[in-house]
């Protein structure tokens, strides 16, 4: 019988030979989960001879993941901004830019507090919305990130709001976070404001997601990938309305596509925020836009 390091070297090369990037790591993602292993136990136990049993749990694994169904689906979690997610089809699969995006709020929020020395409104906000929350991810990391937030979460989907749910459940959050379906902030009290406005919002277009992987492409909900107007549309809306919600001093965030950045700067400032700014992502792309009331 196979030593359990034989089953991850062939396993890599299976899925290397399916175009999973990488193919190590995911090998041996998915041969610890079947296992009930953690990475680190694997290492300590790469000599280890495998049953048949073990083998019968580790196939379908494999099998699914060489299909390129996402491994945060075949996981069932993903752990992103110190958070462990319930991941599946119902919402986007938590992207590491937004991530970025998570920590590059909480910076800059910090970051004005220590100007200012107003630490306790301003780093720790009290009024929080995240629009088009999806798994819930943005949220609930800035819910945890700042425990005297109040945070709003809306989505169009009922889908999404259900996974963003139990996960806020899951974390013990659900008080702190209010899920509201609405179409960007359509069904929001009206005159309600925040000290800090979120969003990944669709952006891409569809040429765009038809050259995307099968991971993208087939298995993410499409309304959360894709908007009109060249990837613009919901963007526009974001912005339009957006210095209507935010109060004195609020800051919009915002992750975009890498070329969309000198239209957005221009329609943020005709819409009366101030000092609009571009910031790239790690990889030096301009990913995400701000601006402040």
């Given at each position: 019988m196979?030593?359990?390091?034989?089953?991850?070297?062939?396993?890599?090369?299976?899925?290397?030979?399916?175009?999973?990037?990488?193919?190590?790591?995911?090998?041996?993602?998915?041969?610890?989960?079947?296992?009930?292993?953690?990475?680190?136990?694997?290492?300590?136990?790469?000599?280890?001879?495998?049953?048949?049993?073990?083998?019968?749990?580790?196939?379908?694994?494999v099998?699914?993941?060489a299909?390129r169904?996402p491994?945060?689906?075949i996981?069932?979690?993903?752990?992103?901004?110190?958070?462990?997610?319930?991941?599946?089809?119902?919402?986007?699969?938590?992207?590491?830019?937004?991530?970025?995006?998570?920590?590059?709020?909480?910076?800059?929020?910090?970051?004005?507090?220590?100007?200012?020395?107003?630490?306790?409104?301003?780093?720790?906000?009290?009024?929080?919305?995240?629009l088009?929350?999806?798994?819930?991810?943005?949220?609930?990391?800035l819910?945890?990130?700042?425990?005297?937030?109040?945070?709003?979460?809306?989505?169009?989907?009922?889908?999404?709001?259900?996974?963003?749910r139990?996960?806020?459940?899951?974390?013990?959050?659900?008080?702190?976070?209010?899920?509201?379906?609405?179409?960007?902030?359509?069904?929001?009290?009206?005159g309600?404001?925040?000290?800090?406005?979120?969003?990944?919002?669709?952006?891409?277009?569809?040429?765009?997601?038809?050259?995307?992987?099968?991971?993208?492409?087939?298995?993410?909900?499409?309304?959360?990938?894709?908007a009109?107007?060249?990837g613009?549309?919901?963007?526009?809306?974001?912005?339009?309305?957006?210095?209507?919600?935010?109060?004195?001093?609020?800051?919009?965030?915002?992750?975009?596509?890498?070329?969309?950045?000198?239209?957005l700067?221009?329609?943020?400032?005709?819409?009366?925020?101030q000092?609009?700014?571009?910031?790239?992502?790690?990889?030096?792309r301009?990913?995400?836009?701000?601006?402040?009331?």
């Open positions: 196979p030593t359990l390091l034989e089953i991850i070297q062939k396993t890599t090369d299976f899925l290397t030979s399916k175009g999973v990037e990488s193919a190590r790591f995911n090998a041996e993602q998915l041969v610890g989960h079947a296992l009930s292993l953690k990475r680190m136990q694997l290492y300590l136990q790469f000599e280890r001879v495998l049953a048949e049993a073990d083998l019968e749990k580790i196939r379908p694994l099998k699914r993941r299909q169904e491994l945060q689906h996981l069932g979690t993903v752990e992103w901004g110190g958070l462990t997610l319930k991941c599946d089809r119902r919402a986007l699969v938590p992207r590491p830019e937004t991530e970025e995006l998570f920590e590059l709020v909480v910076t800059r929020r910090a970051l004005v507090a220590a100007t200012t020395g107003d630490t306790a409104s301003t780093a720790a906000p009290l009024r929080v919305l995240d088009g929350t999806g798994s819930g991810a943005l949220a609930l990391a819910a945890k990130a700042w425990p005297e937030a109040q945070v709003t979460a809306v989505d169009a989907s009922d889908d999404a709001l259900a996974l963003a139990e996960n806020a459940g899951t974390l013990g959050l659900s008080e702190r976070v209010t899920f509201l379906k609405s179409d960007w902030f359509s069904a929001l009290p009206a309600e404001t925040f000290d800090v406005i979120v969003s990944n919002p669709p952006y891409l277009t569809e040429a765009e997601v038809a050259a995307a992987e099968p991971e993208v492409r087939v298995h993410d909900p499409r309304a959360a990938l894709v009109s107007d060249e613009l549309a919901d963007l526009r809306v974001i912005v339009r309305d957006a210095a209507a919600r935010l109060a004195d001093g609020g800051m919009l965030a915002l992750e975009t596509g890498i070329a969309q950045h000198a239209v700067l221009s329609e943020i400032t005709a819409s009366g925020l000092r609009a700014e571009s910031v790239p992502d790690l990889s030096k301009d990913r995400f836009a701000l601006a402040w009331r």
